[in-house]
Protein backbone atom coordinates (compact mmCIF):
# COMPACT_ATOMS: atom_id res chain seq x y z
CA UNK A 1 0.00 0.00 0.00
CA UNK A 2 1.55 3.49 -0.96
CA UNK A 3 1.24 6.22 1.47
CA UNK A 4 2.86 9.25 1.15
CA UNK A 5 2.58 11.99 4.18
CA UNK A 6 3.27 15.24 3.61
CA UNK A 7 4.62 18.02 6.49
CA UNK A 8 6.50 21.22 6.50
CA UNK A 9 3.28 23.86 5.48
CA UNK A 10 2.05 26.72 7.34
CA UNK A 11 1.62 30.56 7.54
CA UNK A 12 4.53 32.55 5.37
CA UNK A 13 4.69 36.28 4.40
CA UNK A 14 5.56 37.58 1.25
CA UNK A 15 9.16 37.01 0.09
CA UNK A 16 9.37 34.28 3.14
CA UNK A 17 10.69 30.63 2.73
CA UNK A 18 9.16 27.34 3.23
CA UNK A 19 10.24 23.61 3.21
CA UNK A 20 8.04 20.75 2.04
CA UNK A 21 8.68 17.28 2.97
CA UNK A 22 7.19 14.05 1.62
CA UNK A 23 8.12 10.65 3.04
CA UNK A 24 6.72 7.78 1.23
CA UNK A 25 6.11 3.90 2.26
CA UNK A 26 4.91 0.87 0.30
CA UNK A 27 6.79 1.73 -2.97
CA UNK A 28 10.01 1.21 -4.22
CA UNK A 29 10.88 4.43 -4.22
CA UNK A 30 14.18 4.99 -6.18
CA UNK A 31 12.70 3.50 -9.08
CA UNK A 32 9.74 6.36 -9.72
CA UNK A 33 9.42 9.71 -10.71
CA UNK A 34 8.17 11.49 -7.56
CA UNK A 35 6.27 15.26 -7.43
CA UNK A 36 4.71 18.01 -6.15
CA UNK A 37 1.83 19.30 -7.13
CA UNK A 38 -0.79 22.38 -5.95
CA UNK A 39 -4.45 23.05 -6.24
CA UNK A 40 -6.41 26.08 -5.31
CA UNK A 41 -10.56 25.99 -5.06
CA UNK A 42 -12.04 25.68 -8.58
CA UNK A 43 -8.95 24.96 -10.17
CA UNK A 44 -7.35 22.20 -11.16
CA UNK A 45 -4.35 20.75 -9.71
CA UNK A 46 -1.22 21.59 -11.08
CA UNK A 47 1.87 20.24 -11.03
CA UNK A 48 4.61 22.40 -9.54
CA UNK A 49 7.65 20.36 -9.66
CA UNK A 50 8.52 16.95 -10.06
CA UNK A 51 12.27 14.95 -10.54
CA UNK A 52 12.70 11.79 -12.13
CA UNK A 53 15.23 8.39 -11.06
CA UNK A 54 17.46 9.91 -13.06
CA UNK A 55 17.67 13.38 -11.59
CA UNK A 56 15.83 15.10 -14.40
CA UNK A 57 13.61 18.41 -12.81
CA UNK A 58 10.70 19.93 -14.49
CA UNK A 59 9.43 23.31 -12.64
CA UNK A 60 5.72 24.97 -13.59
CA UNK A 61 6.74 28.30 -15.00
CA UNK A 62 5.47 30.06 -12.41
CA UNK A 63 7.86 29.11 -9.66
CA UNK A 64 11.17 28.51 -11.68
CA UNK A 65 14.24 30.38 -9.76
CA UNK A 66 12.23 30.32 -6.45
CA UNK A 67 11.20 26.67 -5.70
CA UNK A 68 14.20 23.50 -5.83
CA UNK A 69 12.82 20.02 -5.56
CA UNK A 70 15.38 17.26 -4.05
CA UNK A 71 14.77 14.09 -3.29
CA UNK A 72 16.76 11.57 -1.15
CA UNK A 73 16.53 8.00 -1.87
CA UNK A 74 17.79 6.24 1.13
CA UNK A 75 15.46 8.19 3.06
CA UNK A 76 12.93 7.59 1.12
CA UNK A 77 11.84 11.48 1.11
CA UNK A 78 11.09 13.98 -1.48
CA UNK A 79 10.91 18.03 -0.44
CA UNK A 80 10.26 21.33 -1.70
CA UNK A 81 12.23 24.21 -0.92
CA UNK A 82 10.30 27.28 -1.59
CA UNK A 83 11.36 30.65 -1.44
CA UNK A 84 10.06 34.40 -2.21
CA UNK A 85 6.46 33.24 -1.60
CA UNK A 86 3.67 35.07 -3.11
CA UNK A 87 0.18 35.54 -2.14
CA UNK A 88 -0.20 33.96 -5.33
CA UNK A 89 1.60 30.42 -4.27
CA UNK A 90 -1.63 29.93 -1.02
CA UNK A 91 -2.54 26.53 -1.80
CA UNK A 92 -2.62 23.00 -0.80
CA UNK A 93 0.55 21.14 -1.99
CA UNK A 94 0.23 17.32 -2.95
CA UNK A 95 2.88 14.84 -3.02
CA UNK A 96 2.49 12.36 -5.55
CA UNK A 97 4.04 9.37 -7.20
CA UNK A 98 4.01 9.28 -11.25
CA UNK A 99 1.05 11.25 -10.61
CA UNK A 100 -0.94 8.33 -9.80
CA UNK A 101 -0.55 8.54 -6.13
CA UNK A 102 -1.38 11.40 -4.03
CA UNK A 103 -0.65 12.28 -0.09
CA UNK A 104 -3.87 14.07 1.30
CA UNK A 105 -1.88 17.32 0.94
CA UNK A 106 -0.97 20.48 2.85
CA UNK A 107 -1.85 23.81 3.24
CA UNK A 108 0.70 26.49 2.30
CA UNK A 109 -0.96 30.01 3.06
CA UNK A 110 1.39 33.17 1.93
CA UNK A 111 -0.28 36.30 3.47
CA UNK A 112 1.07 39.35 5.59
Known amino acids: QVQLVESGGGLVQPGGSLRLSCAAS????????MGWYRQTPGNERELVAD???????KYADSVKGRFTISRDNAKRTVDLQMNSLKPEDTAVYFC??????WGKGILVTVSS
Open 26 to 33: GIIFRINT
Open 96 to 101: SVNGLY
Open 51 to 57: MTTGGMT
